[in-house]
């Protein structure tokens, strides 16, 4: 069980690695919005220690993203569909195997699909 919470917190944390990356944001520039300490931010996005709901809801405005998103990656809310943000949309942005502009791609071309229905 500590295993899976153990992947879930790094998981987290490469989704808001990601998303910060996508969003053009140095690890300082995150640290300046948020009001957290850029080595405190380093480490959640390294899976070293779980972020606060508070912390979360910070990351989650500077990153123009919804906190439910944050919180469903975290695995504290449904990840069904949140607030306009899809898991689909959300599984793009955590995927390490893209890079940025990989990521990019996929969700203007997903967001095309889905603006088309």
Same mark, same amino acid.
């Given at each position: 069980?500590?295993?899976?919470?153990?992947?879930? &917190?790094?998981? $987290?944390? #490469?989704?808001? @690695?990601?998303?910060?990356?996508? =969003?053009?944001?140095? /690890?300082?520039?995150?640290?300046?919005?948020?009001?957290?300490?850029?080595?405190?931010?380093?480490?959640?996005?390294?899976?070293?220690?779980?972020?606060? &709901?508070?912390? $979360?809801? #910070?990351?989650? @405005?500077?990153?123009?993203?919804? =906190?439910?998103?944050? /919180?469903?990656?975290?695995?504290?809310?449904?990840?069904?569909?949140v607030?306009?943000?899809?898991?689909?949309?959300?599984?793009?942005?955590?995927?390490?195997?893209?890079?940025?502009?990989?990521?990019?791609?996929?969700?203007?071309?997903y967001?095309?699909?889905?603006?088309?229905?």
């Amino acid at each position: 069980m500590a295993a899976d919470w153990d992947e879930q &917190v790094q998981s $987290l944390g #490469a989704f808001i @690695r990601n998303q910060r990356k996508l =969003a053009q944001l140095s /690890l300082r520039d995150l640290a300046e919005k948020t009001n957290v300490s850029n080595p405190y931010l380093s480490q959640i996005e390294r899976g070293l220690h779980e972020p606060s &709901v508070r912390v $979360l809801n #910070a990351i989650a @405005r500077a990153l123009n993203l919804s =906190a439910e998103t944050l /919180l469903a990656q975290a695995g504290l809310a449904s990840s069904k569909k949140v607030q306009g943000t899809s898991t689909t949309e959300a599984a793009i942005g955590a995927d390490p195997l893209l890079d940025a502009g990989q990521k990019d791609a996929l969700l203007a071309v997903y967001r095309s699909y889905i603006a088309g229905k």
